[in-house]
């Protein structure tokens, strides 16, 4: 979106300026582009030293060079030096002292080795999907910084302190979407490596907004555990789902309607397809899914069912039976969807939206063998999130025409959320 001009002199306005002499003082030196790094290095550390002594000044009440204040008895006694990493490299400071060791800086904090931008490269390289090992080898190799993985973990677990303030933030009173679907993440759990399910509740607000509501690691049986999800994602504020769309999971849509009576629980018809063609070989895969078609494009639930009996009937039916068997188990779920216009329609055909996210999420996670605890699979996943969902938006247009719809549809549930 372009700026005004106004915005533009605003932002101009609240930028630093360098006087040309000081800039001018740095360069003295400046023999060609193998200069610049240490130039750089040189600029920070002098930025650094002179904000540490203006913290001081704050803290004595009186600056360097002037008188000290009656009554005053602390002062300054010199500087001591320190070593910290910085997304240049290792870099010397002098820290300034004062007589009674009151002052407390906080640009770089006592205990303190490494200053925050060399910490944001690692948690940036972290959510990339880089292992500690790798980021280990690219710090080394750019910056000639010997980090320890112990360090890295130090970093990267700061992070869980605000994943927790995340996934326990109030969320919107109403959503007229919401997809649900697991990833599989390989996690060490009592000793032993599992494969457990990692669900992601993607949320699409009467606006058109998409937002990720949670992550949560299953723990425990599948109905008490999805219980516990939606009564987690009430307690955090929603008070009603329009439609949840879910991936045909046994005891969900009863966890789904047992904390939120009102919702149409929909099974995504694309889970129900990859379901059926896993047990075609890939010669019938293309045929088959253009005689699903006619099931999920049927205008009508009566006119789906009679093509599933046909299905069932059919040459495909009798050379694959347990494929109308996966549909005609879950209809009861299946069929809300051939209630809905077809503007909804194209909004739960499918976990799209969630899928798209999930491949982005495979990309990263993909380096891992596996991760040592629920924690470190979490932070991972949550660090990714806040990369990817960053620039996310819904298509106006097919979001305007959907938004319609349900303002039909569920017109007293719907229409109060947008005033």
Avoid at 55 to 65: A, C, D, F, T, V
Avoid at 134 to 155: C, F, W
Avoid at 284 to 309: G, N
Avoid at 382 to 390: E, H, P, Q, V
Wanted: aromatic fraction near 10%; charge should be positive.
């Amino acid at each position: 979106m372009p700026k005004d001009r106004g915005d533009e002199k605003e932002g101009m306005q609240g930028r630093v300026k360098i006087k040309p002499e000081l800039l001018d003082e740095a360069l003295k030196e400046y023999r060609g582009p193998q200069d610049l790094e240490e130039i750089f290095k040189e600029f920070k550390k002098a930025v650094l030293e002179r904000a540490l002594g203006a913290e001081l000044s704050q803290h004595l009440g009186y600056g360097k060079g002037e008188d000290k204040p009656e009554h005053q008895t602390n002062h300054r006694n010199g500087a001591s030096g320190k070593r910290i990493l910085t997304d240049q490299g290792r870099l010397e400071i002098e820290v300034p002292r004062d007589r009674e060791s009151s002052f407390e800086p906080q640009l770089i904090k006592k205990g303190e080795r490494r200053f925050s931008g060399f910490d944001d490269k690692i948690i940036a390289m972290y959510a990339r999907g880089m292992t500690v090992r790798e980021i280990q080898g690219y710090l080394e190799e750019m910056y000639g910084v010997l980090v320890s993985p112990d360090l890295i973990s130090q970093v990267t677990d700061a992070v869980m302190e605000e994943v927790r303030e995340w996934q326990n933030r109030p969320l919107e009173r109403l959503y007229p979407v919401v997809f649900f679907d697991a990833l599989r993440i390989k996690i060490r759990d009592e000793g032993a490596v599992k494969n457990k399910a990692v669900y992601l509740a993607l949320g699409v607000l009467p606006d058109g907004t998409k937002d990720i509501l949670g992550i949560w690691i299953e723990q425990s049986e599948g109905a008490k555990f999805w219980l516990r999800v939606m009564t987690e994602i009430k307690n955090r504020g929603v008070s009603d789902i329009l439609i949840a769309v879910v991936d045909g999971l046994k005891g969900f849509p009863e966890a789904i309607t047992a904390a939120f009576p009102l919702t149409q629980v929909q099974t995504c018809v694309v889970h129900l397809i990859r379901n059926s063609l896993q047990y075609a070989g890939w010669k019938d895969r293309k045929a088959l899914v253009a005689e699903l078609k006619t099931i999920y494009r049927a205008d009508t639930a009566e006119k789906a069912l009679a093509a599933l009996e046909a299905f069932s009937q059919g040459p495909w039916g009798k050379k694959y039976p347990p494929i109308a068997l996966i549909w005609k188990r879950q209809w009861e779920q299946v069929t809300p969807f051939f209630s809905y216009p077809a503007e909804v329609r194209k909004i739960i055909y499918t976990t799209n939206a969630i899928e798209s996210l999930h491949m982005q999420l495979r990309k990263i996670i993909k380096n891992r063998g596996h991760f040592p605890n629920d924690d470190a699979a979490v932070k991972l996943l949550y660090l990714a999130l806040r990369n990817i969902t960053k620039d996310w938006k819904m298509s106006a247009r097919e979001w305007k025409s959907a938004m319609n719809q349900f303002a039909i549809l569920f017109a007293d549930r719907f229409m109060p959320q947008l005033h």
